[in-house]
């Protein structure tokens, strides 16, 4: 899948002659296919969906087939084997059994003992089924589901990272694009007050100094758009390893949108409510409190007795496989329990209650981290919010006083280190205008995945 979907966008881009535009929506899919962390969990999940089969495949009988063969000169076994097969009689068994005794009575009738070889084919089917073991049957099973439920929980927590780990490397493209954007406007604002210095310059208005300040800011400009661009690069390399796809030249790729902001009428009640009920770690969490309770019941079965059927039934053969020379069943009940074993299921029940009051203390302190972590992430939310507003009113006055100053400097009541210091603030400004807007997006992302509502739709903006 992953070979395809990296197929498909690769030649997407070289039907192209620019490079392919990626949304946040394409890239956060691409992801879901492609994470290895994803993939892992994944596969974590159907080892647990395999091991509940298995554990629910215990209440079924365990059916066994065999086929042994045997040849043996033991007196017991060869014996055994020939009354297996029908064929032991009262004078073959003087083969095994010292006899002669008997031959006041039957003059020669039985030869002394000399133990030959004997074969034996054995052909059994045999089954057992398990009565009642204490509830430890039904226990397993419910645990096993449990943790299988849990697992799935674990995924989808791993889902939100993934969305979670793209969306913040996506916004980070963004902003490393419009960094490029700002760099080419600087570039354009700083050639304009080049070119009025020129001008004023052969007009005998300005002194030839301002011309060679405003050429050497012009070229420090020019170095800080390819500076941006290689940040561009990266960002999208990053991006495209958040995204699973590790062969794809970053410049093929042209993340697209501006950086928004709108800040959600929700308060921090809302939020940690929120977190305490859907976060999907902290239920799966809650779900394995469940499985270390029925683990207490689990260890105090081995203190019960079990109770079990059993049968099977055999063939014997003195030459072929599967032969029928001698045939036999056996069927019946066990009970067994275990009356001491030195405290040791005792001391296992016990432990299991501790571990249980473990995970109950644990599962408390998490849903206090949890509440703790939201809290830190709305404030965080509110002061990226604020810092915007700030960035936002400085971006209005410094266009004001780049205006002023421009006028200023075209009537001589300004000089050129002036006009480009005020160029440097306003360009500085516009520029954490939108790294505050890239850090409420972020704080908002961290919010939403913190509270567990982080979801597929462009990084939980919908």
Do not use: C
């Not at 899919?29 to 994470?35: F, T, V, Y």
């Not at 009354?83 to 039985?110: C, E, I, W």
Request: aromatic share 12%.
């Amino acid at each position: 899948m992953k070979k395809i979907t990296i197929f498909l966008l690769v030649i997407t881009v070289s039907l192209s002659a620019y490079s392919k535009e990626l949304s946040l929506d394409e890239a956060i899919k691409i992801a879901l296919k492609n994470s290895y962390q994803l993939k892992a969990a994944k596969k974590k999940l159907k080892s647990k969906e395999l091991e509940y089969k298995a554990t629910k495949g215990i209440r079924w009988p365990t059916i066994t087939f065999s086929e042994i063969f045997m040849r043996t000169n033991i007196p017991g076994w060869a014996m055994m084997n020939e009354l297996n097969q029908h064929r032991l009689t009262m004078n073959s068994s003087s083969k095994y059994v010292d006899m002669t005794s008997f031959n006041a009575l039957y003059p020669g009738m039985f030869p002394s003992p000399h133990y030959p070889e004997w074969n034996n084919w054995q052909t059994k089917i045999q089954f057992q089924v398990p009565i009642w073991a204490g509830g430890k049957i039904g226990t397993g099973i419910d645990m096993r589901k449990k943790e299988f439920e849990a697992t799935k929980f674990d995924l989808q927590r791993t889902r939100q990272k993934v969305i979670y780990d793209v969306s913040k490397a996506y916004y980070g493209a963004i902003l490393a694009k419009e960094a490029i954007k700002l760099a080419k406007q600087a570039y354009k604002s700083v050639k304009k007050h080049y070119e009025t210095a020129k001008v004023m310059y052969d007009n005998g208005l300005a002194i030839y100094a301002d011309v060679l300040r405003a050429k050497v800011y012009l070229t420090k400009v020019k170095s800080k758009i390819e500076e941006a661009e290689n940040q561009y690069l990266i960002a999208k390399r990053g991006l495209l390893l958040a995204m699973g796809v590790d062969d794809l030249d970053p410049a093929q790729i042209d993340v697209t949108g501006e950086l928004t902001f709108s800040m959600p009428e929700k308060d921090i009640k809302y939020w940690q409510e929120i977190a305490v009920s859907e976060r999907p770690d902290l239920i799966a969490l809650r779900t394995r409190v469940e499985t270390a309770k029925k683990y207490i019941d689990f260890q105090k079965a081995d203190m019960m007795p079990t109770i079990g059927a059993f049968g099977y039934y055999q063939m014997d053969d003195r030459y072929n496989p599967f032969g029928t020379d001698g045939t036999g069943f056996t069927v019946g009940v066990a009970l067994n329990w275990k009356i001491f074993d030195g405290f040791q299921a005792y001391n296992k029940y016990k432990a299991a209650k501790e571990t249980y009051k473990q995970y109950s203390n644990l599962k408390k302190g998490f849903e206090e981290y949890i509440k703790f972590s939201v809290f830190k992430a709305y404030k965080q939310l509110l002061t990226a919010q604020s810092k915007l507003k700030a960035a936002e009113e400085n971006l209005k006055y410094a266009e004001e006083v780049l205006k002023i100053t421009e006028k200023r400097y075209k009537n001589q009541m300004a000089s050129m280190i002036d006009l480009l210091d005020t160029q440097t603030m306003y360009d500085q400004i516009k520029f954490e205008k939108a790294k505050a807007t890239y850090d409420a997006k972020v704080s908002l992302l961290e919010l939403e995945y913190q509270s567990g509502k982080l979801k597929e739709n462009n990084g939980g903006d919908k």
